[in-house]
């Protein structure tokens, strides 16, 4: 044991050095308006599964962070640990000096010196035009509104108290959507036309799920060499592998786990038949909205042999993934769970028993159409096609 251990710390000795000497110092001096004491944090990634969060004083609103990162990377600052999400400002920092400009209540409009990247970052939000100022103040009433809905969840609120809310999460994102859209579109025709940019490797994993593989794929392959083998570069390659593993012409992976009913089930046990795999989760509004329309595919098809299975992401809340299926009518067809673990995922463990890593689901609904040889022939949602072509595929297959 004691070997074991010595081991253990050389390792992470090592581990310690090797990140030392690739990563490059930088250093921000900053001013804060509107407050003049307390402390001001900053978290950036310094490597594919590491995170960094720096705290300093701020004496008379000026302060000081430093530290080293391997190449320009996203940095989020904010004053209260707690709720970070309240209000925080999205910088792109570099190994160099930076200046950095803050006014409380005001963080949105941070002001960075001396980083190219957030030059680039901020041509491309600006190349968002209007629909960025009218998207985030009901981004921030989504999320607030969000907070308060997670933590009514948490206090095992009765659907009586939380229904309103959804209600309204419902309208806001409604409201969003549009301004969303055209802000969808101008960074993604930013990451097309800059794919030398950090901010475009970092930024495209967000979008891939609004993109098909072949954009995806022809984006990164258009990145030099250098961006490609960044940390950035190969979380794009990962979800890439993940997107293609779950797009049409791939096998579908064979998951087997415990049902709803605690009774074994298998992707192999369905073999001869069409199966469409359906991602949801009890709290995804959209997901739930469509719940009727996957009823009525399930009614006209079910005897020329399609069955569906739901994926949820409900590890956290057996009782709502339950009440959610019984709500909704949906115990009709068979329910699993995906295997999310959340203290693998703050680890940076790998979990072989999440079923959404094997068919690249990083966005809900996402629904998954397997022949009976076990080949995916289609996805739709997040890196796919829309329920349009879903609808006209059955079409097709049971005409």
């Known amino acids: 044991m004691k070997k074991t251990s010595q081991f253990i710390t050389y390792s992470i000795l090592l581990a310690n050095i090797c990140y030392a000497q690739s990563g490059k110092p930088f250093s921000i001096d900053g001013k804060l308006s509107g407050q003049q004491t307390g402390k001001i944090y900053m978290t950036y990634q310094v490597d594919e599964n590491k995170y960094q969060t720096d705290s300093t004083e701020l004496k008379n609103g000026s302060f000081t962070f ?32 930076m200046n950095l400009a803050l006014t409380k209540g005001e963080f949105d409009k941070a002001k960075l010196s001396g980083s190219k990247a957030q030059e680039e970052y901020k041509r491309m939000e600006s190349a968002c035009g209007n629909a960025l100022q009218k998207l985030m103040p009901l981004r921030k009433s989504y999320d607030k509104l969000n907070e308060e809905y997670i933590k009514a969840r948490r206090e095992k609120k009765d659907s009586a108290f939380t229904a309103p809310m959804l209600q309204k999460l419902d309208q806001i994102k409604g409201q969003m959507e549009p301004y969303s859209e055209e802000v969808s579109t101008a960074r993604k025709d930013f990451i097309e036309k800059n794919p030398g940019s950090y901010v475009s490797a970092y930024m495209l994993r967000s979008y891939l799920n609004d993109m098909n593989l072949a954009r995806g794929e022809k984006i990164y392959s258009s990145m030099p ?16 592998e993940g997107l293609r593993q779950g797009s049409p012409g791939s096998e579908a992976y064979v998951f087997a786990t415990k049902d709803i009913n605690g009774n074994m089930l298998s992707l192999a046990d369905f073999k001869g038949k069409y199966v469409l795999v359906d991602f949801w989760a009890s709290w995804c509004g959209p997901c739930r909205k469509g719940n009727p329309h996957l009823k009525n595919l399930y009614s006209k098809y079910k005897d020329k042999g399609l069955e569906i299975i739901g994926i949820s992401d409900d590890d956290r809340d057996l009782a709502a993934w339950k009440k959610a299926v019984e709500q909704d009518g949906i115990g009709i067809w068979k329910h699993v769970l995906r295997g999310f ?3 693998k995922l703050l680890k940076h463990e790998p979990n072989p028993d999440d079923i959404s890593n094997y068919y690249g689901i990083h966005t809900l609904p996402t629904k998954i159409l397997i022949d009976p040889k076990g080949m995916i022939i289609g996805r739709y949602g997040g890196g796919g096609e829309n329920d349009e072509a879903m609808d006209k595929k059955m079409e097709e297959i049971f005409r």
């Open 341 to 343: 673990d959340m203290q």
């Open 66 to 97: 430093s530290g080293q990162i391997p190449h320009p990377v996203s940095a989020s600052v904010y004053l209260d640990r707690n709720a970070r999400m309240s209000e925080s400002a999205q910088i792109f920092i570099e190994p160099s000096k």
């Open 225 to 240: 060499a250098g961006i490609r083998e960044s940390m950035y570069g190969k979380a794009v390659k990962k979800d890439l």
